[in-house]
């Protein structure tokens, strides 16, 4: 029998769990996936956490004692959610001491409502690396323009950072241009870059969802066939990007020094479309050093039905570019969707903090 979650950690794609809540961690059902599901690290985001606060009593306890002590409703926030990333990240510890650094890695967002604000983006980073200590942890910071700065500063600060909502390439090589200046300044003032750590995250399926809208509005037999392709094609070339981006000479500097890599993580690979394959951003992205992020239910898909057939990124370079070439000749603005996407997603992020917020201010009213 195959294990294609297995197959897919030997052809050097890290699998990390995109979930997080107190009742997989105390369940011991983590330590199985880990086990049993080649898991090796965990990602969150504030709408997991507002979907983790919803169901069951698990945080009651941590709850009354905050409503006690009469803390902030955001206080109160930072503590919930930093109490399960630092248990994960105990966890996931064998794995991190492993691996030397390189997994074993639990993600904790910043407040998704200063991703327009470098300075307290920053401070809040600082924060929370010192709320949760622990060697394992990366900072999630959005790759908005005010948040390129916040990452370079971060990183010089020896703040491992997971980067998310990328969406276009442009972007993209401005991340890896802020990844590369701030592991550069942490050198300066001293630090050892070997033990800093970074992961981009390239966003997936809502590139299609937002593409195959547009296509279907079009209406045309040659829209229809390009349903499907935009996603994939802009996450290939944006892996183009990183083996250039990595082969400079300025790198090689760094690397020499000891710097890691900035690996690709292909992040929100659920498929929104049920017409497709649920494993399509699974296995449709395998390229070496890359991490993909599941939610759990595709997790389970490519455990039971994934084909993993090698490498199935670096020779679709060509075929990449002539599919976004055929959706401008389609009449697909690509800019404005993925301009769209990235304001899009920093409001569903604000929304979900502003739902937990106001969740949390119940239950503390409640006691």
Do not use: C
Request: net charge negative; charged share 30%.
């Amino acid at each position: 029998m195959t294990n294609p979650l297995s197959e897919l950690s030997g052809e050097g794609v890290a699998v990390w769990l995109d979930d997080i809540s107190r009742d997989r961690l105390r369940t011991g059902n983590l330590r199985s996936l880990i086990a049993e599901r080649s898991v090796v690290g965990v990602t969150s985001n504030p709408t997991i956490f507002e979907k983790a606060l919803n169901e069951g009593d698990a945080y009651d306890a941590q709850l009354r004692d905050l409503a006690l002590r009469g803390v902030s409703v955001d206080e109160a926030v930072r503590a919930l959610t930093g109490a399960d990333i630092r248990e994960a990240a105990d966890v996931l510890r064998p794995v991190f001491d492993s691996t030397g650094g390189r997994d074993g890695r639990v993600s904790l967002e910043v407040d998704p409502r200063l991703a327009r604000d470098t300075e307290r983006t920053v401070a809040e980073a600082r924060a929370l690396w010192w709320l949760v200590d622990r060697p394992n942890l990366m900072i999630k910071i959005p790759a908005t323009v005010e948040g390129l700065p916040a990452i370079t500063r971060a990183l010089a600060e020896g703040i491992s950072v997971n980067v998310t909502l990328i969406f276009s390439l442009e972007r993209y090589r401005a991340v890896m241009q802020a990844f590369q200046e701030g592991l550069a300044k942490a050198r300066e003032a001293g630090l050892d870059v070997s033990k800093i750590h970074s992961v981009a995250s390239f966003f997936v399926s809502r590139v299609d969802a937002e593409v195959d809208k547009r296509l279907d509005a079009l209406g045309t037999p040659e829209a229809k066939e390009l349903r499907g392709r935009a996603a994939v094609a802009n996450a290939r070339l944006a892996y183009q990007a990183y083996e250039e981006f990595f082969g400079s000479e300025s790198w090689r500097v760094l690397e020499a020094a000891g710097a890691h890599r900035q690996r690709p993580l292909w992040a929100s690979t659920g498929v929104k479309d049920p017409a497709y394959d649920d494993t399509r951003y699974v296995t449709g992205l395998v390229a070496p050093d890359t991490v993909n992020t599941m939610p759990e239910a595709t997790l389970e898909a490519v455990a039971d039905h994934g084909r993993i057939t090698g490498d199935t990124v670096r020779g679709g370079y060509a075929a990449a570019r002539a599919d976004l070439d055929a959706l401008a000749g389609a009449g697909v603005d690509f800019d404005d969707v993925l301009r769209l996407l990235e304001e899009d997603g920093v409001a569903k992020f604000e929304k979900s903090w502003e739902q937990l917020l106001d969740k949390v201010r119940s239950a503390l009213g409640a006691v």
